[in-house]
Structures are given as structure tokens and as C-alpha cells.
């Protein structure tokens, strides 16, 4: 059974920096889309950032030039580089992994940004 385990999350002063790590466990379909979500309190989940198997990267607006991701595939791992951070990047963030055969979503590591 394929698991998601995410690790890199803390506590961080504005303008600091933070890179999460998510590795899948297990065997996966070669052909998938792994990215980060995020969920602050009192909203819905949202979109941070996605890259697929070949390297099509897509970014939130509010996250542009800031966060970068970036995975390696014979680790069935993924990076989020997160620079610059702000108050408002505070969150849960969580690991997704999208493929044919199924969705999968990490446990969730906090990320606080605060000074």
C-alpha cells in the first residue's frame, strides 16, 4: 500500500525560508502529478503547487517567484522550496500524489510563519 510521508515543516520568521520533503512509499504508477496543498484555518484547501512525471510545473499566483517544487523520480519524492515566506503562507500544508490508479494525500505538516 503506497503511503505519503512529508517532513519540513516549523515554525519560521517572515522572510525566512522552508523545504518540505514528501516521499512516496511502495510501488506507483510511473505516469503521475505530485504536488502541495495548503488549508489555513477557517478556509478551504488550495492549491500551492504541482509537478508531473515530465516536469510540467504549475504554480499558485500567490506563491510565484517564491516557492519553487521540484521532485526526483527514482526517489518517488517531491521538494517544496518555499523562500521569502510571509504570515499568510501559514498552513497545513499536504503532500498529493494524482495518478491513474489513485489519489493519495499526506498527513499534513504545519508550516508557521511568525515573528
Known amino acids: 500500500q503506497v503511503q505519503l510521508v512529508e517532513s519540513g515543516g516549523g515554525l519560521v520568521q517572515p522572510g525566512g525560508s522552508l523545504r518540505l520533503s514528501c516521499a512516496a512509499s511502495g510501488s506507483i504508477f510511473v505516469i503521475n502529478t505530485m504536488g502541495w496543498y495548503r488549508q489555513a484555518p477557517g478556509k478551504q484547501r488550495e492549491l500551492v503547487a504541482t509537478?508531473?512525471?515530465?516536469?510540467?510545473?504549475n504554480y499558485a499566483d500567490s506563491v510565484k517567484g517564491r516557492f519553487t517544487i521540484s521532485r526526483d523520480n527514482a526517489k518517488n519524492t517531491v521538494y517544496l522550496q518555499m523562500n521569502s515566506l510571509k504570515p499568510e503562507d501559514t498552513a497545513v500544508y499536504y503532500c498529493n500524489l494524482n495518478s491513474p490508479l489513485t489519489v493519495l494525500w499526506g498527513q499534513g505538516t504545519q508550516v508557521t510563519v511568525s515573528s
Open positions: 509537478i508531473t512525471s515530465g516536469d510540467r510545473i
